[in-house]
């Protein structure tokens, strides 16, 4: 079983900043990536950003300069951050924590999603 916990959205002002943070949990032979998506109300759900297995990161073009992605591991635990900052109310959103991976080396690659967290900017 693989867990993803989300952390950190909430309401802030136009401008403000916020830290989210995913921690992952289970029993995980591998990453590929992991990444945060959104879902706005009426839309579909987006690619926000993402680290992919050789630490290279990848960006919307909407939240490049800023927003930043970054991964760390403690123990058995893999850690996925995204600090926001300058945020915009069009960044308001449902945001999902993401890892694509493998629960055991001759396994396939598998889809795994947080429960969601709520950030809203208000203008």
């Known amino acids: 079983q693989v867990q993803l916990v989300e952390s950190g959205g909430g309401l802030v002002q136009a401008g403000g900043s916020l830290r989210l943070s995913c921690a992952a949990s289970?029993?995980?032979?591998?990453?590929?990536?992991m990444g945060w998506y959104r879902q706005a109300p009426g839309k579909q759900r987006e690619l926000v950003a993402r680290?992919?297995?050789?630490?290279?990161?990848?960006?919307a073009d909407s939240v490049k300069g800023r927003f930043t992605i970054s991964r760390d591991t403690d123990k058995n635990t893999d850690y996925l951050h995204l600090q926001m900052d300058n945020l915009h109310p069009e960044d308001t959103a449902v945001y999902y924590c993401?890892?694509?991976?493998?629960?055991?080396?001759?396994?396939?690659?598998?889809?795994?999603w947080g429960q969601g967290t709520q950030v809203t900017v208000s203008s």
């Open positions: 993401n890892l694509i991976g493998k629960r055991w080396s001759w396994g396939p690659l598998q889809d795994y």
């Open positions: 289970g029993n995980i032979f591998s990453i590929d990536i």
């Open positions: 680290v992919n297995s050789d630490s290279s990161t990848n960006y």
